[in-house]
Each structure stands twice: as C-alpha cells, then as structure tokens.
C-alpha cells in the first residue's frame, strides 16, 4: 500500500534537546511539506521541498532544520532555539505542479505528537 | 501575506445540511481546498475549486466566487460521523505549497 509513515506516534524530550521526526513516503511525490498544529488550532507550514536536494522556509521555520536528501524522506529536526516546540506535527506530501497536475492534493501522514518535559 | 476566515464551531442534526463558509484574502490566489480532519488523525483531501461554481462529489460539494473571495463547503444528510475539523486551503498560482485557515470544528447532534 502507497502513503506516508511518521515514527515515533509519540515523542518526549527534555527541553534543550534536539529531536528528529521521521517521515517516509511511497507515493513517488515530488513536494513534501511539514506542518506544526497547535490545539484547536490551524496548520502552519514549517518547510517544503519541491524536489531533492532543496527546500523552503514556510511561514514558521525558526526553530527548526530539514533535509532532502531522498525523495521518499524528509526528516524535520526540532532544535533547543525552538521556544515552544509541543505540538502535533504533520508530514504530508504531493505531486508537483511541474509533473503536469492542475491541483496537487496533499495526502498527510498519521502524525507525530511532540511533549517537552 | 494571506488570512483565511472560518467560523470556529458549528452544530447540525443528525440528517441535516450544514454550510461551513470560508473568506480568504491573498495574492496570486489560484485555487480553494477543504480537509476534514477527526480528532487526532490526519487531515484527508474532500475537494477542491478552481473555477466559481459548485463541485459535487456525494454528500459533500464545494462551492467557490473567485469575484466575492468567498467559498464554502455543503455538507448533506449528515451523520454523526461527520463530526470533524474542516479546513479550507489556498493555493497561489504556480506554488505547491497550500496556506490552511484555523478550521471549524462540526458537531453532529443525533
């Protein structure tokens, strides 16, 4: 089956620490995105990648690092200069505008719930 | 920069209609999205307009005016499992990325 896998479900770290979220698609998406959601809250875009290799900033990168090194993976680490970083934590993905789609659905992974002790 | 406006909580009946409406305002705008995401899981794809007009697919249709900067999404014959978070997206000419609105959580009442 093709989608997107997020490890660990939970996650709990002591603050000044860095954590590493995972996540891994089989769709064969170009994009992939990180999103922070925060209760009750809407989705803020952290980074995005269009192709390997390279990524943006979103609207709330501070804080945080990404890479692309793969197209099947785009780790998202959460540093100490993150102030506040408990949260839910989305990775989605997608086909990009380039490969010829009018609209590139975003299919999103099951989640990482991220607790600073 | 961009906003989004949706109202934050609505309740229908179990067999209802319900419209959750959606204002936006940004550059470059190119299209309008709704998720629907339960609580805890992850947000799942419903629709998408490009054009003004209404889309239908089964109980759920979008509805966009690109001229008024305003959507909404219908939902018929409502269940109770309908009970969710929707979120309306936009997405600007020629980017991938979408910009999401804080979501209106719906509660269905038998």
């Known amino acids: 089956d093709g989608g997107i896998t997020q490890s660990p479900k939970y996650l709990f770290r002591k603050e000044g620490q860095n954590v590493t979220l995972s996540c891994e698609q089989n769709?064969?998406?170009?994009?992939m995105y990180w999103y922070r959601q925060d209760p009750g809250q809407g989705l803020r875009l952290i980074y995005y990648?269009?192709?390997?290799?390279?990524?943006q900033k979103g609207d709330i990168a501070e804080g945080y690092s990404v890479s692309r090194e793969k197209k099947e993976s785009f780790p998202l680490t959460v540093t100490s200069a993150q102030k506040n970083p408990t949260a839910f934590y989305l990775c989605a993905s997608s086909s990009s505008l380039t490969s010829g789609g009018l609209y590139n659905e975003q299919f999103f992974g099951p989640g990482t719930r991220l607790t600073v002790l | 920069g961009q906003s989004l406006e949706q109202p934050s909580e609505v309740t229908a009946v179990e067999g209802a209609i319900v419209q959750i409406n959606c204002t936006y305002q940004?550059?470059?705008?190119?299209?309008l999205s709704w998720y629907q995401q339960h609580d805890g899981g992850a947000p799942t794809f419903l629709s998408y307009n490009a054009l003004d007009g209404l889309e239908e697919t089964g109980r759920f249709s979008s509805f966009l005016s690109r001229s008024d900067s305003y959507g909404y999404l219908l939902l018929q014959e409502l269940q109770m499992k309908d009970s969710a978070s929707y979120f309306c997206?936009?997405?600007?000419?020629?980017?991938?990325?979408?910009?999401f609105g804080t979501g209106t959580r719906l509660t269905v009442i038998p």
């Open positions: 990648s269009q192709i390997v290799n390279d990524f």
């Open positions: 940004t550059s470059g705008f190119y299209g």
């Open positions: 997206a936009v997405s600007k000419t020629g980017a991938n990325n979408l910009f």
């Open positions: 769709l064969n998406h170009d994009a």
